[in-house]
C-alpha cells in the first residue's frame, strides 16, 4: 500500500504541473486573502497549498517533504496507530491553514496579494523530523552538512526576520515561520517529553 505522504506528493504534482500550464486555474486556488475577506472563498486557505509557481518551486517542497514526511507519518502511526495516516493528513492540511493566518491578517486589505505553495506545511513536517532526530546531519544545498537541530534554530531564525521584511519580497516567509511553529506545536502535545530528549541528545552530541 502506498504511503500517504506519498499520495500527498504525487497529488500535489499532478495539480502544481497542470495549473503552471493553466495559469486561469492556478488563480481560482491562490491564497488570494482579499478575496476571502470580500467574498468569503474559505477554501483557498487549504487550495493554495496544493499549488507551484514553477518546477523549481515545486521539486524543492517535495523533495523535503518525500525525506521527511515519512518519518513524520510514521511517528503519528505510531501514536494513533490506525488512525495514523489520517490523522497525518489533517495534520498536514491544519498546518497549511495555520500557516496562512498571518499573511491573510496583513494583506486582507491589499487586492495585489497573493500566495501560493506548500512551505508552511512542509516547514511543518520538517521541524517535526528535527525534533525526532536534532543531531541527524542535512545537506544545504545538497552540499553543505549541519546538524538538524541547528538548521532547526537558523531556519526559524531567518523566517522570523524576512517576515519583518515581507514587503520588499514576493517570498512567503510567513508561512515558513508560522509553519514552523505549528510543528513545533503540534510535537509538545503529542510528545511533550520530546524536547527533553531533543536538549539531552544535543548534549551528548557537543563535542565537550
Avoid at 506519498?6 to 500550464?21: D, G, H, P, Q, R
Amino acid at each position: 500500500m502506498m504511503d500517504t505522504n506519498l499520495i500527498i506528493i504525487i497529488f500535489t504534482a499532478v495539480i502544481s504541473v497542470y495549473v503552471i500550464y493553466n495559469p486561469a486555474y492556478k488563480s481560482r486556488l491562490l491564497h488570494y486573502p482579499y478575496n476571502i475577506k470580500m467574498h468569503g472563498e474559505y477554501y483557498r486557505l487549504i487550495s493554495n497549498g496544493f499549488i507551484h509557481a514553477d518546477y523549481i518551486h515545486l521539486f524543492f517542497n517535495m523533495f523535503t517533504l518525500y525525506f521527511f514526511g515519512g518519518m513524520v507519518e510514521e511517528l503519528f502511526t505510531a501514536k494513533f496507530g490506525m488512525w495514523g495516516d489520517t490523522i497525518f493528513v489533517l495534520f498536514y492540511l491544519t498546518a497549511i491553514i495555520f500557516s496562512c493566518l498571518p499573511s491573510q491578517r496583513k494583506h486582507a486589505d491589499n487586492p495585489a496579494y497573493a500566495a501560493l505553495g506548500a512551505s508552511g506545511a512542509v516547514s511543518a513536517v520538517l521541524l517535526i523530523a528535527i525534533i525526532m532526530r536534532p543531531t541527524m546531519t542535512l545537506l544545504i544545498y545538497g552540499i553543505l552538512p549541519v546538524p538538524a537541530w541547528i538548521l532547526g534554530i537558523g531556519y526559524i531564525w531567518y523566517s522570523n526576520r524576512a517576515s519583518k521584511q515581507q514587503q520588499r519580497s514576493n517570498i512567503g516567509h510567513d508561512a515558513h515561520l508560522y509553519g514552523a511553529l505549528y510543528g513545533c506545536l503540534i510535537m509538545l502535545l503529542m510528545y511533550p517529553a520530546s524536547y527533553s530528549r531533543m536538549i539531552q541528545e544535543i548534549i551528548e552530541w557537543l563535542p565537550i
